[in-house]
Structures are given as structure tokens and as C-alpha cells.
């Protein structure tokens, strides 16, 4: 049973384009963190959200929280060939487990 | 301050045998977890060690085992490796556990055949 379903799961898009990745769930999360992941390296921490409803921005990325802290959803403004990676979301539920969403597979293409 | 490094970068091994992987945390960090990634299932927790003791653990088999050394450095052990566990093998070091902010490795790419 996959707790976290990301979409899309795969995305090509030309550079300067806007895109949203979407990181859905039926259970409820006390935090919600998102990672990058690029090839032969390990996932890097973008960003945590708590509190239902967040918003937070880094430079042209905007991460939001839904209000009943169930989903997020990632924004990325005028994507750039660097944006290009596995992008991960990650849910934590209860007191120790936190869950991997599938992953959504970004490529932007100059 | 240096990354999270893990060793061995890649490993073949075969049906049967046993692996040890080894990870060196950021120094500092007393909190380490190991991650399984694989393309269908996707980036799994394994567990988790906190001060030589092994605080959370994920669902996974007995063949996986882990410890912790005083130093915080932290070796994973897979035994009658099975061509399921072909995976990468990641590796998080944090200064606060699992559930904050984590600093993964580069990870050990193992191939069973």
C-alpha cells in the first residue's frame, strides 16, 4: 500500500515553463517535507511544512500544505534545466514513521 | 563541513551471499537511517540509530540488520541476499532523528545475481 501517490509520475517541459507537482495521500500527516534527488546522488531536503494551509517559496519554488494537511502540492516558476530531477515528497504519520511518496521524474529541456 | 559518505559506491553480489555497507554521518550527527530505493517500490525505510542503539525500524525482514559504532559511523548488513534486494542503499544522517531534516549520502548501488 503506497500512502503517498505523487503526479504526474513524469514530466518534460521546455525551459521557462510553469509546472505543479501534486503529492496526495488519505491519511494525515503531522509534517510534510519535499526532496530532489538527482542522478547518482542522494535526495536533498528542499523544504518541511507543518501547519495546514503553509505556503512556503524558495526563489521560484512554492510548496504548499493542504488544510487538512493530506496533500501538497509543489510550483515551479520559469523551470530551468537545473530543476531537472526526481522530486520526492514525505509524509511522517504518528510518532515514528515517515512515508516516500512514488516520486515525480522532472526534466526541463533548454 | 564534509557529506554524508558511504562505501562501497557499487557492489555485485550473488544469490546466497551476505553485504555489509558501511555509512560515515556529518560529523556531529548522532542520528543515522537507511533508506531502500528501487524503481518499483520506490524510497523505504529501513531503520534507524541513535546513539549505538537502534531507535526505529521499518518493514523489512530479519536478513537486514544494522549497527551503530560509538563514533556514530553505522554498517548495514544483508544476509541470503535474494535478487529482490538489487537496490540503491541509502544512507541519512541528522543531528535531531529521522523525522527532521536529513542529509542523505550518494548511496551503494548493489546488484544480486
Known amino acids: 500500500t503506497q500512502l503517498l501517490e505523487q503526479s504526474p509520475q513524469f514530466l518534460s517541459i521546455q525551459e521557462g515553463e510553469n509546472l505543479t507537482v501534486y503529492c496526495n495521500s488519505s491519511?494525515?500527516?503531522?509534517?510534510l517535507q519535499w526532496y530532489r534527488q538527482e542522478p547518482g546522488e542522494g535526495p536533498v531536503l528542499l523544504v518541511t511544512v507543518v501547519t495546514g494551509g503553509e505556503v512556503k517559496k524558495l526563489k521560484r519554488l512554492t510548496f504548499q500544505f493542504g488544510d487538512a494537511r493530506k496533500d501538497s502540492s509543489l510550483h515551479i516558476t520559469a523551470a530551468q534545466p537545473g530543476d531537472t530531477g526526481l522530486y520526492l515528497c514525505a509524509g511522517q504519520t504518528g510518532a515514528n514513521n515517515l512515508f516516500f511518496g512514488t516520486g515525480t521524474r522532472l526534466t526541463v529541456i533548454p | 563541513k564534509a557529506g554524508v559518505t558511504q562505501t562501497p559506491r557499487y557492489l555485485i553480489k550473488t544469490r546466497g551471499q551476505q553485504v555489509t555497507l558501511s555509512c560515515s554521518p556529518i560529523s556531529g550527527h548522532r542520528s543515522v537511517s537507511w533508506y531502500q530505493q528501487t524503481p518499483g517500490q520506490g524510497l523505504q525505510f529501513l531503520f534507524e540509530y541513535f546513539s549505538e542503539t537502534q531507535r526505529n525500524k521499518g518493514n523489512f525482514p530479519g536478513r537486514f540488520s544494522g549497527r551503530q559504532f560509538s563514533n556514530s559511523r553505522s554498517e548495514m548488513n544483508v544476509s541470503t541476499l535474494e535478487l529482490g534486494d538489487s537496490a540503491l542503499y541509502l544512507c541519512?544522517?541528522?543531528?535531531?532523528?529521522?523525522?527532521?531534516?536529513?542529509?542523505f549520502g550518494p548511496g551503494t548501488r548493489l546488484t544480486v545475481t
Open positions: 541519512a544522517s541528522s543531528s535531531s532523528g529521522w523525522k527532521g531534516e536529513q542529509y
Open positions: 491519511s494525515v500527516f503531522s509534517s
